[in-house]
């Protein structure tokens, strides 16, 4: 019985799926911590970042109100929520442009697994939808994936999905992107390394698989779910 069987579309996780969760902390946080504070100043007066600016001070006010003691100016702010790794739409949707610049510039390349091309052409050879859902924005990652080692993978992929369609961690996104996607939840197959995100996906009818790569953490219930090491299996 082969893993695709009744599956017409694949949806996945990025980091510690395709990606090695070490690049998206080391070199990506890394180079947004870096690069934000002459980015805001240079671009601080653009339409789109000003829209990213506006959720992270309503992000701040919410920060005061609880009593978390967050930086007052934005770029310390930015800072402190990277730190932090929270899935803040405001947060992602900043950093994607701050790693645009980087990857036009030429001074970041994204990786990914060896096996994640092959797959992809061999799922895209089969008919099979492609779409990734990630806390990441969809800006950041199209350009991820069109910025590989490997090459650019964007024409094999269908459909992006971000916090702008729910958390991770609850069924409802899940039944969302399935609308999206004109398919039953039943016929998606959702890969991630995360235990949560996978009970969320199983809860709305999903197939799903977690991926045990490199450099993971193993979750205390690794046995809940079935694990693959690497897409060869997919």
């Known amino acids: ?4 069987d009744d599956v017409r579309g694949i949806l996945l996780d990025i ?19 870096e690069h934000v504070r002459e980015f805001l100043s ?3 007066d ?37 730190t932090l790794d929270r ?13 645009r610049q980087g990857y ?3 001074t970041l390349k994204s990786q990914v697994f060896a096996d994640v091309a092959p797959a992809f052409e061999r799922w895209h050879a089969r008919g099979l939808n492609l779409s990734i859902f990630s806390s990441g924005s969809v800006l950041a990652q199209q350009l991820l994936f069109a910025h590989t080692e490997a090459g650019d993978l ?14 991770k961690s ?12 004109s398919l039953s939840c039943g016929e998606i197959l959702f890969v991630s390394d995360v235990i949560e995100e996978l009970d969320a996906a199983h809860e709305a009818g999903m197939r799903v698989l977690l991926s045990i790569r490199e450099g993971n953490a193993l979750p205390d219930n690794v046995k809940k779910y079935l694990q693959i090491l690497s897409f060869d299996r997919i």
């Open 1 to 4: 019985m082969s893993l695709l």
């Open 15 to 33: 980091e510690g799926t395709t990606t090695p969760i070490a690049f998206v902390h080391d070199v990506l946080f890394s180079y947004a911590r």
């Open 42 to 44: 240079a671009n601080a």
């Open 46 to 82: 653009r339409e789109e970042v000003r829209s990213d600016i506006t959720l992270l001070r309503a992000e701040h006010a919410d920060d005061e109100n609880k009593g978390n003691n967050p930086p007052a100016l934005i770029a310390d702010y930015v800072e402190w929520l990277i």
């Open 87 to 99: 899935k803040s739409t405001g947060l992602k949707s900043l950093q994607g442009k701050i790693w």
């Open 104 to 106: 036009q510039e030429g």
């Open 154 to 167: 964007t024409p094999f992929i269908d459909s992006y999905f971000d916090t702008n369609v729910g958390k």
């Open 170 to 181: 609850e069924a409802e996104s899940y039944r969302r992107i399935a609308e999206a996607l």
